[in-house]
């Protein structure tokens, strides 16, 4: 794949499903609302028309001709039903504006087609009838998921050059799966809400009816309810309303709907456009005149754009407000009475969020889907809190208007909250910010428009307010404490005692370079938990190709951000806790374990997670991963990246060849780690690597173990030949997962020679019972199966003895009372033996094995196992050896006498015996051997002890 630098659009061949749900809403929207209905108020209809005529005018200065052919089409529609029910008096004058625009039509249709000649004119008289093309249908629009124009940036190590280009690269549409995700995430909360489209701006928004939205009347809370009188339209309750006459922070006033986040977001964007003379805000709202700026529409019809799952997004709300049975506004509002933008962008949110009974957010989550500005959320009472740290960026941020800031209060008794004057769990908007005389203060507003701090520095401190500085902050503690506005100062120090969170949305115009990519994960998608095992988590490569000496201060490290945001459908309780890692150790391939990442986040029930870091100059290679704390569902979800050095950002690819084996650790399989002497009891597998010259990594890639929490596991890979590892010796240990580690563990393979191997699961403790999974992941392909478990399919016996200094401890057998050792005697079966297995019937060669173990003996002795044929008389110095171990050795598993076939039953005059010895003689303590025989034996101990 190219390089993700912008993907501010949905490529047209990819955009079909949804641009089906868009005409699949449009055609709704059009049979409720654009009939005909009963015959209106002329007034209201030439009021209609003349708005209508705005928008033509809006529309051609925009070159669409065709949507102002169909604009003016509906104003002269209205004004031939003005027509008819007018009073005499005015029906000249509007005859002439009905022709005037059948006229401009009828021009700009013949402009669109190449044909400028000026049109004879279709004219009202007092005896016309409807017009015979009353509608000039327009083409169907062809909707594009677009991008926001505004995007990136921090200000916080050394403050860049702003510039607000961004790369110009390629610009690729959207894949197949991300539109997918896109689609399925347009159905909130039971609605569906359509990617902003070109068109949207532009759209019909004059009826012959007043608008009434499609998806009815949006659900009110408890407290709204209590009080509720109607729905009412502007103009039955203020007179010339306006969408804006003055944008001020000081004016919003948060009324019964328990969004005090969303209100101080509306705060501080209202402050910056006042600072800025920026439209940050205001600018979602539609229609628009030519210069942008939201216009009343006596229709009723609006359309709000908000960021949200992933792609801004088209709310369309109505004119219909609640209303008290005492006649106040049951929703935000302006001290100014005749505007409506707050009342129109707090409808269309809570529409998103599914009713005005809203559970609850913070300005940074809101700010973001308002803004498209950057959250970050600050929690003061981590550890990892600097309060200088971020002062600094808080002061940098605001002062050159890169950050929009809110704070929050935690929980906290009635009687602390009354004694300064604080709301508990209450968000308060950051309005200034200023140091004077090595003073720290920030301006707050309480959205309530009442209720301020009582502190330091508060209108009541009469010792702090100093002539010098209430003239340097144009501040008069006296005029000030006269009103109770919310409006305050309050000293950096009180805000970090008494408050417990900043939230921070950042700029994006700073950032060159940028990507978007939206994916889903799935909740079949590996286990539950994430935690112990990234393996299947989402995984990216991040490239940031830092190689021009760019970067804040025109060199050194340049800052990476990258923003992690949950897509929700439905009004609940954030129960999902998500974070991202990022790794720099892995060069961007597949990661593992969650051990040791090189930028991490704490998990968070909040629908955006940012992570930020710098990279190094030169090209920087990062693994991305999302991490959910315990998934339970399907969680779809965006991940933003902005820096200023060009980035790459492709999904991590997965290992070609794979298989999962599942097993159980039972009471025979149990053996734990090599430090008991069960250990060669554990499940092994055969793994065999074959040939693959098209592999360039052979053989390499990563087995992996999961089980139960309370268990600590191992893996190793022998150089065994795949048969069973019967004594683990390190030298032939190809690669190990390492210490024992809790629930998983990850075992990576080098590059292996094709052939075959041998793999051995444990736990850290022997007879620790369950079950696992293992998944093998190679470059190359590959085989596993398990191997038998020793003596798989044979009766098993255990022998068990002593040896005792100066009796049978003899060592080996170049000592002189080597045959003082003890014998085991294998004879025939006189009784029944347990076996395990499928045992062959007698008659034939009889095929036994032996392993011998010391027990309890520190340290563990170098031991032997002999098997030696004896003569019917022969005395203990007799024998003729068949078969050893091999070698004395030291392990704690033992030394194992490999199968021998012997005559059976034993010939005439002949004994079989196993002799268990040490080098050393007179090493004190107990043995067991195991002997495995497909046919039952007796073992009993020469000489009858």
């Excluded at 068109?199 to 809370?221: C, I, M, Q, R, Y």
């Excluded at 554990?682 to 990563?702: F, R, T, V």
Aim: aromatic fraction near 10%; include cysteine.
């Amino acid at each position: 794949m190219e390089p993700y630098r912008d993907k501010p659009r949905l490529a047209e061949s990819r955009a079909e499903p949804l641009a089906n749900i868009r005409t699949t809403s449009s055609t709704n929207v059009t049979a409720q609302n654009d009939g005909e209905g009963s015959p209106s108020n002329w007034r209201t209809q030439l009021e209609r028309a003349e708005e209508l005529k705005k928008q033509a005018t809006t529309a051609e200065a925009k070159g669409d001709l065709k949507q102002a052919v169909v604009l003016l089409c509906e104003a002269a529609d209205l004004q031939l039903k003005a027509y008819t029910n007018a009073q005499p008096s005015v029906k000249k004058a509007i005859r002439q504006t009905f022709n005037q625009s059948v006229e401009k039509a009828t021009a700009l249709k013949k402009q669109q087609s190449g044909n400028a000649t000026p049109a004879t004119g279709t004219t009202l008289t007092p005896a016309a009838g409807p017009s015979t093309d009353r509608r000039t249908p327009s083409a169907p629009l062809h909707h594009k998921v677009v991008e926001s124009s505004s995007v990136c940036a921090p200000a916080l190590l050394a403050r860049p050059a702003r510039t607000t280009q961004c790369s110009q690269a390629d610009k690729p549409g959207l894949g197949d799966d991300e539109v997918e995700v896109l689609r399925r995430t347009s159905y909130i909360n039971g609605m569906v809400f359509l990617p902003w489209s070109e068109g949207d701006s532009s759209e019909n928004f004059t009826f012959s009816e007043p608008f009434v939205d499609k998806d009815g009347p949006v659900a009110l809370s408890r407290k709204q309810r209590a009080r509720w009188g109607s729905w009412k339209r502007p103009k039955e309750f203020m007179s010339h309303p306006a969408v804006i006459k003055h944008v001020s922070c000081h004016s919003i006033i948060q009324e019964v709907v328990t969004d005090c986040s969303f209100v101080a977001s509306l705060c501080v964007a209202a402050a910056y456009e006042s600072w800025y003379q920026k439209r940050l805000i205001t600018s979602c709202i539609y229609p628009q005149d030519a210069a942008g700026q939201p216009v009343y529409n006596p229709s009723g019809k609006y359309v709000v754009r908000l960021l949200y799952n992933g792609i801004w997004r088209k709310v369309a709300v109505d004119d219909q407000f609640p209303v008290a049975r005492d006649g106040r506004l049951m929703c935000t509002y302006t001290q100014n009475r005749t505007e409506l933008w707050p009342s129109l962008i707090e409808k269309a949110y809570m529409k998103l969020m599914g009713g005005y009974d809203f559970p609850g957010s913070n300005s940074s989550i809101d700010l973001y889907t308002l803004t498209g500005w950057i959250p970050e959320q600050i929690l003061m009472r981590e550890d990892s809190f600097n309060p200088e740290t971020q002062w600094q960026r808080l002061y940098q941020g605001l002062q050159y208007g890169d950050t929009l800031v809110t704070v929050a209060t935690g929980e906290m008794d009635d009687a602390t909250a009354d004694a300064y004057g604080l709301v508990a769990s209450h968000a308060y908007a950051v309005l200034k910010v200023e140091i004077v005389d090595g003073v720290r203060l920030l301006q707050l507003k309480n959205p309530w428009n009442t209720r301020g701090w009582k502190g330091a520095y508060s209108a009541s401190d009469r010792t702090r307010w100093t002539p010098a500085l209430c003239q340097r902050l144009q501040y008069d503690p006296s005029r000030a404490g006269a009103k109770d506005d919310g409006l305050f100062w309050i000293d950096y120090e009180s805000l970090v005692m008494r408050f417990s969170s900043i939230h921070l949305n950042w700029n994006p115009e700073l950032f060159t370079y940028r990507f978007t990519t939206h994916a889903l994960w799935s909740e079949s998608q590996g286990g539950s938990s994430a935690f112990y095992n990234l393996a299947n988590n989402p995984q990216y490569t991040l490239t940031v190709e830092h190689v021009d000496g760019g970067g804040p201060a025109g060199g050194g490290t340049v800052p990476v951000w990258l923003l992690l945001t949950k897509h929700i459908t439905q009004k609940e309780e954030n129960r999902d806790y998500i974070s991202m890692f990022v790794f720099d150790k892995a060069r961007g391939e597949r990661v593992y374990s969650p051990e040791l990442p090189f930028v991490s986040n704490d998990f968070i029930n909040s629908p955006n997670v940012l992570v930020r870091f710098n990279a190094e100059p030169g090209i920087s290679h990062f693994t991305v991963v999302a991490l959910q704390f315990k998934k339970t569902r399907d969680l779809p979800f965006t991940v933003r990246g902005f820096s200023m050095a060009p980035l790459r950002f492709v999904p991590v690819p997965r290992i070609p060849y794979q298989q999962i084996v599942t097993g159980r650790w039972t009471t025979d399989t149990a053996g734990g780690s090599p430090e008991f002497p069960v250990y060669f009891c554990n499940p092994q597998y055969h793994l065999h690597i074959s040939e693959d010259d098209a592999s360039k990594q052979h053989g390499q890639g990563m087995i992996t173990l999961e089980t139960d929490t309370d268990k600590h596991v191992n893996l190793c890979v022998v150089r065994a030949g795949g048969y069973r590892v019967t004594q683990l010796s390190y030298r032939n240990t190809l690669a190990d997962s390492g210490p024992y580690t809790e629930s998983t563990c990850f075992c990576p393979l080098p590059a292996l020679d094709p052939g075959n191997y041998t793999v051995i699961a444990s736990t850290h403790q022997p007879g620790q019972l369950g079950d696992y999974n293992i998944t093998f992941d190679v470059h190359s392909p590959f085989e596993v199966h398990p191997i038998p478990a020793e003596g798989a399919g044979q009766f098993k016996r255990i022998a068990k003895g002593v040896w005792e200094p100066g009796i049978s401890a003899a060592g080996h057998a170049g000592n002189p009372n080597f045959a003082r050792n003890p014998r085991f005697l294998v004879e025939p079966a006189t009784e029944g033996v347990k076996g395990i297995g499928l045992a062959t019937p007698g008659g034939s060669p009889l095929r036994l094995s032996a392993r011998l173990q010391a027990l309890d003996i520190e340290p563990v002795p170098a031991i032997n196992l002999i098997l030696l044929e004896l003569p019917e008389q022969a005395n203990r110095e007799g024998g003729h050896e068949l078969a050893t171990s091999g070698p004395y050795i030291t392990s704690r598993q033992g030394a194992l006498m490999a199968d021998v076939t012997l005559p059976w039953p034993p010939p005439a005059g002949t004994r079989y015996a196993l002799v268990p010895s040490t080098w050393e003689a007179g090493v004190a303590g107990r043995f067991q051997i195991l002997v495995y025989t497909d046919k039952k034996v007796d073992i009993t101990q020469a000489d009858g002890t």
